[in-house]
């Protein structure tokens, strides 16, 4: 069964800086476009970067453009996003999720990162 | 990229149907048959229940249908049952590798 799992979430101050990780298993991991998508508390989901197969593209929202950088290690069927210069704004659940016909079709439980003093 | 326009909330009695709009531009859904639409059940992730407009993922039960017109989607449960109460999201490609999603629907079950 394909399946995610996120982790690495947590309290960071603003200012600070994070990384998730996206653990994948169950298909071949380096076939595939792999996004984050995150949700506020209480708000709608909203896309936020994209990587391709082989890690040498990467898209973002304009968002988060300068301070989040997606990558990816297909040895280790790995998804990651460093995410610094962290905004009280940035504050949401983080899926990952993979891509398919240009929407996503596998999507992981999500991890919870809260920007707070 | 402004979010796709959807209503709020949506409901029906079991057994009826509900349609759910999301409407963008024609730089977004207007452009590319590329809208998905994402069944979300609250504390869970999304579930992709429609992509490429009208296509169901298999698994998911034929009485989840997309359709589109111009810079509108929609979405229509048909046959509602008590386990499709949930939040449900459009999405579509907006070009330039861009994605946007709808505002979300609630729908409840009455």
């Known amino acids: 069964e394909a399946q995610l799992v996120e982790s690495g979430g947590g309290l960071v101050q603003p200012g600070g800086s994070l990384r998730l990780s996206c653990a994948a298993s169950g298909f071949t991991f380096n076939n595939y476009w792999i996004h984050w998508v995150r949700q506020a508390p209480g708000e709608g989901l909203v896309w936020v970067s994209r990587?391709?197969?082989?890690?040498?593209?990467?898209f973002y929202a304009d968002s988060v453009k300068g301070r989040f950088t997606i990558s990816r290690d297909n040895a280790k069927n790995t998804l990651y996003v460093q995410m610094s210069s962290l905004r009280v704004e940035d504050t949401a659940v983080y899926y990952c999720a993979r891509g398919y016909s240009q929407g996503f079709d596998i999507w992981g439980p999500g991890a919870m990162v809260t920007v707070s003093s | 990229q402004s979010a796709l326009t959807q209503p709020p909330s949506a409901s029906g009695s079991p057994g009826q149907s509900v349609a759910i709009s999301c409407t963008g531009t024609?730089?977004?859904?207007?452009?590319?048959?590329?809208v998905s639409w994402y069944q979300q059940h609250p504390g869970k992730a999304p579930k992709l229940i429609i992509h490429e407009v009208t296509k169901r993922p298999s698994g998911v039960p034929d009485r989840f249908s997309g359709s589109k017109s111009g810079n509108t989607a929609s979405l229509t449960v048909s046959g509602l049952q008590a386990e499709d109460e949930a939040d449900y999201y459009c999405c579509s490609y907006a070009g330039s590798n861009n994605y946007v999603f709808g505002t979300g629907t609630k729908v409840t079950v009455l």
């Open positions: 990587i391709n197969t082989d890690g040498s593209a990467t």
């Open positions: 024609s730089g977004d859904v207007g452009a590319y048959n590329y």
